[in-house]
């Protein structure tokens, strides 16, 4: 069955590291999101990218980087200048233009202490 | 900016009673409205969706329309289960300005179902 992988689905850093959550896919879908979500806050755009080599800034960008350098591919790394990095991170995909659904796998659970 | 305003919850329900979950929006353009659904420990999975003003979208026995007098895009559901214990998203993407990645996600409303 297609779908997304997040790995892993626990994370666990000391502050002041950096870390890569992992996000595939292989629905084939051109484009794939990174999102946020935090207790009482819904969900946030960090990053998102329609087309292989190339991917914009959401709303809440500062402290990530990403790279899409496959199409099935969607790593989000959590570097040291993200200030609260404790969340849980959902990767999504869709097949790129308007009204398309988006699809997302089950989440990462990071934790920094 | 568009934006999306869902009832505060937690919700808390018995077995077999009515299911009205309020969502309300704002937006300049001519949004598509979506409702999805999060399972403990998962990710969201689309529910429903309407395109334009007075389409009603549904599934799994869940419904809501698209009411652009009221601009609001309410979940309904005649007779809840356990199973539909849940954390749902009322969301707006705005067709006229881009794609996906234009989603608007409101703040979530929780749901139990009590047996």
């Known amino acids: 069955d297609g779908g997304i992988t997040q790995s892993p689905k626990y994370l666990f850093r000391k502050e002041g590291q950096n870390v890569t959550l992992s996000c595939e896919q292989n629905?084939?879908?051109?484009?794939m999101y990174w999102y946020r979500q935090d207790p009482g806050q819904g969900l946030r755009l960090i990053y998102y990218?329609?087309?292989?080599?190339?991917?914009q800034k959401g709303d809440i960008a500062e402290g990530y980087s990403v790279s899409r350098e496959k199409k099935e591919s969607f790593p989000l790394t959590v570097t040291s200048a993200q200030k609260n990095p404790t969340a849980f991170y959902l990767c999504?995909?869709?097949?790129?233009?308007?009204?398309?659904?988006?699809?997302f796998g089950n989440g990462t659970r990071l934790t920094v202490t | 900016g568009d934006s999306v305003t869902q009832m505060e919850g937690p919700v808390t329900l018995s077995e077999e009673a009515f299911l009205t979950i309020n969502c309300t929006y704002t937006?300049?353009?001519?949004?598509?409205l979506f409702w999805y659904v999060q399972y403990p420990g998962e990710g969201l999975q689309l529910l429903l969706k309407?395109?334009?003003?007075?389409d009603k979208g549904s599934n799994k026995g869940f419904e809501a329309t698209y009411r652009k007098e009221t601009t609001s895009f309410h979940l309904e559901k005649g007779s809840v289960q356990v199973s539909d214990s849940a954390v749902y998203f009322c969301?707006?993407?705005?067709?006229?300005?881009?794609?996906?990645?234009?989603?608007?996600f409101g703040k979530g409303t929780k749901l139990t179902v009590n047996p």
């Open positions: 999504a995909s869709s097949i790129a233009g308007v009204n398309s659904p988006l699809h």
């Open positions: 969301a707006l993407s705005d067709q006229t300005q881009g794609g996906s990645e234009k989603l608007v």
């Open positions: 937006a300049t353009g001519y949004p598509s």
């Open positions: 309407a395109t334009k003003a007075d």
């Open positions: 629905l084939n879908h051109d484009a």
């Open positions: 990218s329609q087309i292989v080599n190339d991917f």
